[in-house]
């Protein structure tokens, strides 16, 4: 009973945070993944409890909180390890400390740390355990892509991942899979012919399958949300998605090497480098001069316009940790 009650109110807190500007279709997804993500890790549990002999409900809880907590609590080092993050001072980067500044007051939250890390892939990202321990970081490859403007998008962007507190979600529900996938693994080489943890491996398989679904279809929830933060808090929609059409075309045109760099990673990007080539072809669909922006008289015509989006690409989504980039542009384009 303990887990339920810490979940129904970390769900209701939740609920409670979203900003003025979340649409009650978003929040309705949001709680409704949630809630099945629970259930599954819950009963997952309770399945592994019985056939260990252990019973009472502070098992389950210590069981899933200790492997969050665990995470939760590493995570932001191995971010800065893993990404090579170097934080810069005002002096070194006064430009883009002076957008992150503005963009912090805005979002009413604590100013994040800026870091800047040498990757030719051009991107952005945030990390922190906390709001007050928000970090906000671009690459390399970005500042030597974007204007002004479309860099306070994608700043603006990161931000709102801090604003709703998107570090700390999808901490706690990454967990669920990793919990089943532990559980399947420690199943498949255990010895001996006791078909309880034969059924146990299986359960847990399919609880890893389906909740790795669950937790990249949240993950594609909240960035529509970040990109939804972003203008509610200054950006200007055009700019948002001008500047994810040239991180795709970025991306594209970089080599396999480079992209394989960052393929542990790109979960923490604004957008999926995985499938940049086919997005820069979606993409040109809204880009009518051809000029390689989005402008806010083509975002405008496309408000109106219907998107094709292939089937290739639709399955690819389900896989990704990211929405399909026609969509996101377009649901920018409902918001001028």
């Known amino acids: 009973m303990d887990l339920i009650i810490i979940t129904i109110q970390f769900l209701l807190e939740e609920i409670t945070k979203m900003n003025k500007f979340s649409t009650w279709k978003l929040r309705l997804r949001l709680l409704f993944a949630s809630v099945i993500l629970f259930i599954l890790v819950y009963a997952l549990v309770v399945v592994v409890g019985m056939f260990m002999g252990i019973t009472g409900p502070l098992f389950y809880a210590l069981f899933g909180l200790t492997i969050i907590l665990v995470q939760y609590l590493l995570s932001p080092k191995m971010v800065e390890i893993t990404m090579q993050v170097r934080y810069v001072s005002p002096e070194e980067a006064p430009e883009l400390h002076q957008m992150v500044e503005d963009l912090a007051l805005k979002a009413d939250i604590p100013k994040p740390k800026v870091g800047v890390t040498e990757l030719a892939v051009p991107n952005a990202f945030a990390f922190g355990r906390t709001k007050g321990d ?20 994608v700043l603006g962007h990161e931000i709102s991942h801090i604003r709703h507190s998107d570090m700390a979600v999808m901490t706690f529900i990454s967990a669920v899979p990793l919990i ?33 679904l669950v937790v990249l279809f949240i993950s594609r929830v909240r960035e529509y949300y970040a990109d939804q933060g972003s203008v509610a808090i200054g950006a200007q929609p055009h700019n948002m998605a001008s500047a994810l059409y040239k991180l795709a075309y970025g991306s594209a045109n970089l080599n396999k090497e480079q992209l394989k760099q960052v393929q542990g990673i790109k979960a923490f990007f604004v957008n999926d480098v995985s499938d940049a080539s ?40 389900l896989l990704s940790t990211h929405p399909n980039m026609m969509k996101r542009v377009k649901r920018l384009s409902e918001m001028t």
């Open 134 to 153: 928000g970090r906000v970081c671009v690459t390399r490859g970005l500042l030597n892509l974007l204007n002004k403007d479309e860099l306070y998008a």
């Open 180 to 212: 089943a996938y532990y559980i399947f693994w420690s199943t498949l080489f255990s010895r001996g012919g006791n078909n309880g943890r034969g059924l146990v491996g299986i359960v847990a398989l399919g609880a890893y399958i389906i909740g790795q």
């Open 278 to 317: 086919q997005e820069v072809n979606d993409l040109r669909q809204v880009d009518f001069n051809g000029d390689g922006t989005i402008s806010q008289a083509e975002l405008n015509q496309l408000k109106y316009s219907d998107v094709n989006i292939k089937t290739s690409s639709k399955i690819f989504e």
